[in-house]
């Protein structure tokens, strides 16, 4: 089937491809799964189709052993993840996803590194309610994962309020333009009656029976700030601004994190800048590079079939020709534009008359703890606040547009609950980003979201005697290589191998524009610090004017400059 | 030889003519033989073990010419054992005896009976086991015979904590008396420790069969080469210490309860078990309770106390651990302890004016309440151990089958933790498998059959099993049964406890047997994962149809687990099903229930 659809396919289908197949537009058996009552899991090829939904299907590792042991099935439960473009939400959508996490979730909020949210811990009996209730708040969860457009990710400026509203508007319009049109969601979690309808261009006019051939990522970055990782994404939009407008997008293709330990035909790869489109025109640039990976990419082998590996086997020539082609008229010439960050700015900001404060959130975990009520204070904010929540790409939140006369009344409430900005936190805290994995993560290898904090702080040590407490390092923990954390583009990176064991990888780009570079594999904690120490003290101590670590290190020698990701493994 | 007659002779004119008959006939051997027999007291140790005869041959004499019949109302199977011990005791006295249920009883055969013997249990508040809850009915209706020239006795088993105490036996005696039936041995109520009451009233019993036969107590020449070979035979008196080789939580974090899976190690014993059938342990009491009552009465812990008639001795330590019931309080100890105190209020509670109050007294407290609330004791440790009852044996349906696990017997036990009168009490037997067992430890067992809970003979048939809790350890058992006996017959399971992802008791066990067809279906309620609670009978009731379907098909139905309130909704849904989907009434649909219990196709393992 799929050779036939798809030229230049060199290998049979893989399972997934018969799996989207034969799913009638992403409906499988998804409602008797949920319907059967004896198992809290559903059958894996359904867990399968379940992702196009936005929702994993994942067990509290921490007691599968002991539960096989008691004659119990692995407990079962549900990720699920929020649609949520540029990471925006409104306070009653905060209240509503606090309430959902609090009733049918696990207590806590995921912020997560794509800016949405994240509730884990929700059982099979209570899928069906908690979507509804997100609906009602207008949020959906259609696409969040799954072999399609995932969630658009946008700069999350607080300076300039109107610069912002517009590019986020685009990134919504590209969500949008990009979503599945099946009705599948809608029969399976919102009740909504089936209408027969056998047209199948007309029920998928962009993605056709099989979707993509693998997930499919889009950001829109403002510079300065590279907050979005514009080149760990599949395909990136640079606004270009010229005197306060937008004048439009530089368009990037063909980054993206994952690989396979093991595997050098798989590699983090950097996003190369392919040209120019004016705003009007980057939702018909969006859907015809989408198209292009839908015929051209990988559907035998699901580890070379991100939209990477088709811009590197058929070249950035080759791809604006393709575009070109399928527009009809040509893109145009990059324009220049620089970044200088890819981190947040914390605490409060001004920016057209709004105040916005950044919050630091520890791996974007929303929690209640005994000496840190977070997430009630935040519940707190929201009953209150005007304005709108904005994710950070960095897993933290901005409380913004908080009008001149209503800022002290937030920041009363920040205070009586000890929300913080975390400045009183090292730099590297500052910096640092970690997947979940652990419990839930059923890719993990390693712990990543509950072990990084615990790292920093003996690293915080070194920096403390070494006076560079100060010093911006990013630093970034995923516990397996499929990069959810975007460990590649960390000036320290981490990759779980397994439990307390971790490939350490230096030498990323401050900016977000460079891979890091293996440097020890399979180390534990010791071994870690034994490494780190020497090389900070030696930082601290010969550290150029504004030389950032991850440029120290390779004019050191500690590693060689992964210029693309072709060379990650060299 | 002498003519016997009535007149010449303590023989009524029946015996004599049958002493006539056989007399003449007998060798000078036999004669010799005789005369020495009946020498003998009869209600001796003689008599108890006699040697096996049945292959002897050349012994034909005068049978006893009143038939026995022995009744029993059994629920957990003590009543049903006691009675086949009996009645093998007196066919070796050459008694013509039969034993049955009650409800295995055709109730027109009544008006034949000529010695009846009834052993019945009370269950939960003084009701009849639901095998003898036909005969029960029978027997207190209209249509009971009159009963003149029956000769009976009762033996009542019981529990004195409950209200109801013996209360089914207590009926029996005085409705046969009532018929005009003649007690030939006072009933005896047995507590918890039956053994020696029930075999003091069986020798009463045996003595009266005897005067009132007037027979010749036709036991044959010794045949010493017979006797039953010397391996060891384990039973409830003669109990077997088996290692636990596995003791796990079925339940998983985060769950409200502990229910304790264990595999015990019969390797060797010839233990033999069906599924339905009971284990037996003999507990041990909590040593730190032990410890505190010790304490409280400052009594030496080393000194010797006698354990039981036989004026075994113990240290008392070891006594209290092992031997006497430490943990509930019954109205008798209340009333013997009054005794021993001058505490005025102790004589006042047992006072037959206040017995709500020493209901609501003895709920829920133990001995060292009782020790702690009412001193100053004026009384020996001696004095308190007379008072005390025999720890009493926990019962607990079998999980597993001996066809799939050979030489090992499983349980599933929930351990029984609670708070009452400002102290954390725990179940005796429960909480030591929860937390005084490790696996290489053993457990004093013994089997208790239970013929009252079986698989259908033809496996053909449709098996229902509903269950609470523990309740499905037997079905655990059964479907290990049919999986190694290949049983086409279809089943269905009904499972519910509190919270699906920590209470699913044996989970990935039924979710392999329903993949590989041993389960047919299975609907499980957990009625605290909703806002509503659901339990297994909702899940009954939204299956109307099909379940009916099934019963009208001969459908087996088995109920396990918690009387109180599942098995009462159980039976109050099975009635709605007759009567919604069968177009019953009332009576119609009881009788329909009647019926099926008549034919063994309902069955109950309530506590």
Redesign the interface.
């Known amino acids: 089937m799929t050779n036939n659809r798809f030229p230049e396919q060199h290998g049979p289908p893989s399972e997934m491809e018969k799996i989207k197949d034969q799913s009638d537009y992403l409906r499988g058996s998804l409602v008797e799964s949920f319907a059967e ?4 899991g559903i059958p894996d090829e359904q867990t399968k189709l379940l992702k196009f939904h936005g929702s994993y299907m994942q067990d509290d590792r921490d ?1 599968r052993n ?8 692995p ?1 079962y439960q549900f990720m699920i993840r929020v649609r949520l473009a540029g990471g925006v939400a409104s306070p009653e959508q905060w209240l509503t996803m606090d309430e959902l996490a609090n009733t049918n979730g696990n207590g806590t909020l995921k912020l997560t590194t794509r800016q949405t949210f994240q509730l884990h811990g929700v ?1 099979k ?1 209570n899928m069906k309610k908690t979507i509804q209730g997100m609906n009602e708040a207008l949020m959906d969860t259609i696409a969040a994962c799954g072999d399609v457009n995932r969630n658009v990710m946008c700069n999350a400026n607080p300076y300039q309020s109107d610069i912002h509203a517009e590019v986020y508007e685009w990134s919504k319009q590209i969500s949008d333009h990009l979503l599945p049109r099946t009705r599948a969601y809608h029969e399976i979690w919102l009740d909504e009656e089936k209408v027969l309808d056998s047209r199948e261009e007309e029920t998928e006019p962009i993605y056709g029976p099989l979707y993509l051939p693998r997930k499919f990522k889009i950001g829109v970055a403002v510079p300065p700030s590279n907050d979005v990782d514009i080149f760990s994404q599949d395909l990136g939009f640079i606004a270009i601004l010229e005197d306060g407008k937008l004048q439009g997008f530089n368009v990037t293709v063909g980054g993206g994190m994952g690989m396979t330990h093991g595997d050098t035909n798989t590699y983090p790869q950097l996003a190369k800048v392919l040209g120019f489109c004016k705003p009007e025109q980057t939702l018909e640039v969006a859907e015809k590079i989408l198209t292009i990976q839908r015929d051209y990419g990988n559907r035998s082998e699901r580890k070379n079939a991100r939209f990477k590996y088709t811009v590197d086997r058929k070249g950035l020539d080759w791809i604006r020709q393709e575009l070109n082609a399928r527009l009809g008229w040509d893109i145009e010439e990059e324009r220049p534009y620089s970044f200088d960050h890819n981190g947040d700015r914390y605490g409060w900001v001004k920016g057209d008359d709004k105040w916005h404060l950044t919050l630091f959130i520890q791996n974007g975990r929303v929690k209640d703890t005994e000496d840190y009520p977070m997430m009630t204070g935040l519940r707190e904010i929201a009953k209150v606040h005007q304005g709108d929540f904005r994710l950070t790409p960095n897993q933290n939140l901005i409380i913004s547009n908080v009008a001149e006369e209503d800022k002290a009344q937030i920041e009363d409430l920040a205070a009586q609950y000890g929300l913080t900005d975390g400045r009183h936190n090292s730099a590297l805290r500052q910096n640092s980003m970690a997947c979940v994995a652990f419990p839930t993560c059923g890719l993990a290898m390693a712990e990543s979201e509950r072990y990084l904090p615990s790292l920093i702080d003996k690293v915080e040590d070194i920096l403390d005697e070494s006076g560079i407490r100060e010093e911006e390092i990013i630093i970034r923990m995923s516990g397996c290589p499929n990069g959810c954390s975007r460990p590649a583009l960390g000036e320290i990176g981490f990759i779980g191998k397994a439990p307390g064991k971790y490939n350490m990888y230096l030498g990323a780009g401050f900016r977000g524009d460079r891979l890091n570079k293996l440097y020890r594999e399979n180390i534990g904690e010791e071994e870690i610090l034994e490494e780190l120490k020497p090389m900070l003290q030696n930082f601290a101590r010969e550290k150029e004017e504004n030389e950032h670590f991850g440029d120290y290190v390779i004019r050191a020698g500690y590693v060689n400059a992964v210029p693309d990701g072709v060379e990650f493994h060299t | 030889m002498l003519q016997l007659k009535e007149k010449n002779s303590p023989f009524n004119q029946e015996q004599a003519e049958q002493l006539n008959r056989v007399l003449p006939t007998l060798t000078e051997t036999q004669r010799i033989w005789l005369s020495g027999y009946l020498a003998v007291p009869l209600n001796g140790a003689g008599i108890e073990d006699p040697p096996q005869t049945s292959e002897a041959g050349g012994t034909a004499a005068a049978n006893p010419t009143r038939e026995v019949t022995i009744l029993y109302g059994s629920h957990t199977g003590n009543c049903e054992s006691l009675s086949e011990e009996f009645a093998g005791k007196l066919k070796e006295q050459q008694f013509n005896v039969t034993v049955s249920s009650m409800d295995d009883f055709k109730p027109k055969a009544l008006k034949k009976v000529e010695d009846l013997l009834i052993l019945t249990s009370t269950h939960g508040d003084g009701d009849p086991p639901d095998n003898a809850l036909s005969f029960y009915d029978f027997l207190h209706s209209k249509r009971a015979p009159e009963l003149d020239g029956v000769r009976f006795s009762v033996l009542a088993l019981g529990d004195s904590s409950y209200e109801f105490f013996c209360q089914t036996g207590k009926e029996f005696d005085q409705r046969l008396e009532e018929l005009g039936a003649e007690r030939i041995a006072d009933r005896v109520d047995c507590d918890l420790d039956f053994e020696e009451p029930a075999e003091e009233w069986f020798q009463a019993v045996a003595e009266e069969l005897d005067t009132g036969q007037n027979q010749t107590g036709d036991v044959p020449q010794a045949a010493p080469g017979l006797n039953q070979t010397s391996e060891t035979v384990y039973s409830r008196s003669n109990p077997f210490n088996a290692e636990i080789l596995e003791n796990i939580n079925l339940n998983g974090r985060g769950s409200n309860k502990e229910t304790r899976h264990l595999e015990l190690d019969l390797e060797g014993t010839g233990i033999q078990y069906k599924p339905g059938d009971s284990l037996g342990i003999f507990p041990e009491n909590d040593p730190s309770l032990v410890d505190q009552l010790i304490q409280l009465m400052d009594w030496n812990p080393e000194e010797t106390v006698t354990i039981n008639k036989q004026g075994e001795i113990r240290a008392l330590r070891e006594a209290l651990t092992s031997h006497f019931e430490i943990t509930s309080l019954t109205k008798p100890l209340l009333e013997k302890a009054a005794a021993l105190t001058s505490n005025e209020a102790l004589k006042e509670l047992v006072d037959p004016e206040n017995s709500q109050e020493l209901k609501a007294y003895t709920e829920g407290r133990d001995l060292l309440d009782l020790l702690q609330d009412f001193g100053p004791w004026d009384a020996s440790v001696h004095d308190f151990i007379a008072i005390l009852r025999k720890i009493p044996v926990r019962l607990y349906s079998i999980a597993s089958s001996p066809e799939a696990n050979p030489d090992e017997v499983h349980l599933t036990i929930g351990a029984v933790r609670y708070d009452a009168h400002g102290r954390p009490r725990s179940g005796v037997c429960s909480v030591q498998c929860a937390e005084r067992s490790e696996p290489g430890d053993k457990l004093p067992v013994f089997v208790q059959r239970n013929q009252n809970f079986k698989l259908p003979e033809n496996e053909e048939t449709p098996v229902i099993m509903i269950g609470a809790g523990t309740g499905v350890a037997p079905y655990r058992a059964f479907l290990e049964e049919r999986e190694e006996n290949e049983a086409s017959g279809d089943t269905w399971l009904f499972f519910g406890d509190q919270h699906f992802v920590t209470d699913f008791l044996y989970q990935t066990e039924w979710q392999r047997w329903l993949k590989e067809g041993v389960l047919t279906k299975m609907d499980v309620a957990f009625s605290r994962d909703t806002d509503e609670k659901v339990y297994v009978q909702h899940r009954m009731h939204e299956h109307s149809k099909e379940l009916y379907e099934w019963l009208q098909s001969g459908a087996h139905v088995y109920v396990c687990g918690d009387e109180q309130y599942m098995a009462k909704d159980v039976q109050e849904t099975l009635l709605t099903i007759l009567k919604e989907e069968g177009q019953m009434n009332d009576e119609q649909a009881e009788q329909y229930l009647a019926d099926m219990r008549q034919a063994k196709r309902y069955q109950r393992d309530v506590y």
């Open positions: 009552r004896l198992s809290a007691v002991e539960r096989k042991q008691q004659k119990l099935e407990n059982l009996w």
